[in-house]
């Protein structure tokens, strides 16, 4: 209770990212076709749901909406106390700083939903197999990037779970789309991908990191702008360059789960430990490649990451990389909110007016090196899951006959 009033005392503090929720009020009221055209149609649910309930005032949709994601926190957290596990008070605990540490993003964006779900994904991986892939699916149509984690439901392609798994996980993204379709049109459903053609380099990237360094150094050669894509990018020598970087990256972690996939359905046995471990590292890697990154998106871990500190089955050495990941997501949060909102016009200004204004552009690069880091250790998780027998009876896979293939 009182680290979530503390994030309430810090929107009194600075009242600046309350523009987001302005924001997604205009989206339904305001007289922009365009507003919030950028966002999945399911994934604005919440906030044009709230909106409508709450009728056009502004000011009380504001305080509903703080109001909304507490509530979903709340009922997250009581949801990680509820397993009888000796693991679920670190994990809580560390739920409660993680959220504190994000700050203002944590209550004023809808991240945490997209977030949540992914969490409640890895809570199917060791409960209920077949929800992972309703969860993952709910999530994809929410945010876009949790379609590559569909890669953590594929096991051995004779298994009749795999199948299972993979058929929820469509079957949700279809229902959805359809019901998307019907409601809002086919170009509402597409509109988010639209706006992706549009994006440069933003800011807080972990490819930007050079050019920022620059900017903050030569503001005048290193130009950062609010751009098309409704974000803050950064152009000058070199950006381009940074941008191919980028791309190859994507690539990369693109193929290495279309590899996971395909090693998975040969000779991987499936288990809830490596599917969470492969979520872990591919959302660490979304969030080093992506030529986009914004302060919120380190919710993006959260959720996952306090869902799989409370399972059991992890090795002594799994669990101590489970904990850095945890330890390097939480100084993440705390030194993104250092970025945005509290350094963020400074960072965009560049030049340096004293010794503490080179705090913003510090925090960054400090931020975006934990952002290496943290994938590294995802990696390590992942492999030392790959090398370790599962469990007994952890397996789904492994407890029904396999689905029989007619050659």
Request: glycine fraction near 8%; proline fraction near 5%; aromatic fraction near 12%.
């Amino acid at each position: 209770m009182v680290s979530r009033l503390f994030l309430a005392w810090l929107i009194l503090v600075e009242r600046g990212p309350i523009g987001d929720v302005m924001y997604y009020f205009l989206g339904v009221y305001g007289d922009d076709p365009t507003a919030m055209t950028e966002y999945p149609w399911f994934g604005a649910w919440p906030s044009e749901l709230l909106a409508r309930f709450i009728g056009e005032h502004m000011q009380a949709y504001i305080i509903a909406f703080v109001v909304m994601i507490m509530l979903a926190d709340a009922v997250f957290f009581s949801l990680l106390l509820r397993r009888p596990v000796r693991w679920r008070t670190g994990a809580a605990w560390w739920w409660v700083c993680f959220g504190a540490a994000t700050g203002h993003v944590f209550i004023l964006r809808l991240d945490l939903f997209p977030a949540v779900a992914v969490g409640g994904a890895v809570w199917a991986f060791f409960a209920v197999p077949l929800w992972a892939g309703v969860f993952l699916g709910a999530a994809t149509m929410m945010k876009l990037w949790p379609g590559v984690l569909a890669v953590s439901l594929v096991g051995r392609w004779g298994s009749r779970q795999t199948w299972q798994r993979l058929v929820a996980f469509l079957a949700t993204m279809a229902a959805l789309c359809l019901v998307a379709i019907v409601v809002a049109g086919p170009q509402r459903l597409l509109s988010p991908l639209d706006y992706q053609t549009v994006r440069g380099l933003q800011v807080e990237s972990v490819a930007a990191t050079w050019a920022m360094v620059q900017h903050w150094n030569d503001p005048q050669q290193w130009v950062t702008s609010y751009a098309q894509s409704k974000s803050f990018e950064v152009t000058g020598p070199g950006v381009d360059t940074a941008l191919a970087v980028s791309s190859w990256a994507m690539i990369a972690v693109v193929l290495t789960a279309v590899l996971w996939a395909l090693v998975r359905t040969r000779n991987g046995q499936w288990t809830p430990h490596a599917a969470t471990a492969i979520v872990l590292f591919l959302i660490a890697g979304l969030l080093l490649a992506n030529k986009v990154f914004s302060t919120q998106y380190i919710v993006w871990v959260g959720p996952m990451l306090a869902v799989a500190l409370t399972r059991d089955g992890w090795t002594r050495g799994q669990r101590r990389l489970l904990w850095a990941c945890a330890g390097v997501a939480l100084v993440c949060a705390g030194l993104g909110m250092q970025i945005y909102p509290f350094g963020y016009a400074q960072l965009m200004m560049g030049a340096p007016q004293g010794p503490g204004s080179v705090f913003p552009i510090v925090a960054l690069v400090l931020r975006n090196v934990l952002i290496v880091m943290l994938t590294l250790l995802s990696a390590a998780l992942v492999y030392s899951t790959l090398r370790t027998p599962a469990p007994h009876g952890s397996s789904p896979d492994s407890q029904t006959t396999p689905l029989r293939v007619n050659n």
